[in-house]
Each structure stands twice: as C-alpha cells, then as structure tokens.
C-alpha cells in the first residue's frame, strides 16, 4: 500500500500537456522605424503546447509558421512587396527557416524564461507573463540583430538617414487554455 501511495503522489507531480485555443489565442508582432510608420501583424502557431505540473502552467512550446507572417497595416501591391521581403533572406528566410520557436522552460512570480529560436539561431528570452482566467498575455521583446536579421540597423550600415528600422521587435500574445 505504501508503495501504491508513493507511486501515485509520483504521477500527480508529473507534467502534462494542455490544450491550446488557437482561434482564441494570437501572436501579434510589431516593429518600428526610427523615423515615420512602423509595421504589424500577426504569425500564426503551427503547434503548440503548454505545460502544467501541480496545478500551475509552468512552460510550454510554440511553434509559429513564418509563412503565415502577416502584415495589417499595408495592402495591395505594398502589402505584397512588404511580405515578399520580410519572408527573404534580408529578415526571415523563409524559404530555408519556415518555422520559429518560443520554448518557454519555466513561469515563477510572473516572469516567464526560455529559449527564442528564429533562423536556426536559439537565444535565451525572459519576459512578464500575466494570467487573467484560462488565458495568458504578455510582451517579449527581442533583439533582431541577435537572430542574424542586419538590414536596415544602424549598428551594421551608416548614412541610413530615415531608413533606419530598429532592431527591437515585439511580440504581444495572448494564449487561451481550452
């Protein structure tokens, strides 16, 4: 009986997966020129996983699909053009890297920790995560430059002028539990 106990006070300690709502859920990402009109829009997940041990969220996967890379403040041709180039090898090389990945390790007092992996190139993230209810939110914030993504930075090319694009971009979610 003993041994029944111990093994059942094992199991419940053990982590599992939750499901996620992805029509309720959203990855929305922004970023900024140094001068006039920045751009957003959103990336949709291809899989995604959260992970919950003795009653708490405490990590989790997403996977997002660059190809579904969106852009809400740009249409028709420049819409076009503006994705076309986002998805080039300039930013995100679509072609080679189709996906990225958030790996989050551990939640403790709000802050979220883990691994941003864009490109092939794996960088360690820690961001505020907020729970309201069954959903999740929150801002990461990255450095671009970091993931090999060089166009248009001023730390890498000089005499921009008002071309510059910063190498911050944000990535606001919102991830519902079902």
Excluded: C
């Excluded at 890379?69 to 994705?83: A, P, R, S």
Aim: avoid cysteine; aromatic fraction near 12%.
């Amino acid at each position: 009986m003993k041994k029944l106990m111990m093994v059942l006070v094992a199991l419940s300690s053990l982590a599992y997966g939750l499901d996620i709502d992805t029509e309720k859920s959203s990855f929305k990402w922004e970023g900024t020129k140094k001068v006039g009109e920045g751009h957003y829009g959103q990336i949709f997940l291809k899989n995604s996983e959260l992970i919950e041990k003795d009653g708490t969220v405490a990590g989790g996967t997403f996977v997002m699909d660059m190809k579904t890379f969106t852009v809400g403040n740009l249409e028709g041709k420049w819409m076009d053009k503006f994705l076309n180039h986002m998805k080039s090898a300039d930013f995100f090389d679509v072609e080679k890297y189709p996906t990225s990945k958030l790996e989050i390790s551990e939640i403790k007092d709000g802050k979220a920790t883990g691994e941003l992996t864009i490109m092939g190139q794996t960088h360690p993230v820690t961001f505020e995560v907020n729970q309201k209810g069954n959903s999740f939110e929150g801002i990461l914030a990255f450095d671009r430059t970091k993931f090999g993504m060089e166009y248009g930075s001023e730390n890498f090319f000089k005499n921009l002028g008002d071309k510059v694009i910063n190498n911050e971009v944000t990535l606001k979610f919102n991830v519902t539990v079902k």
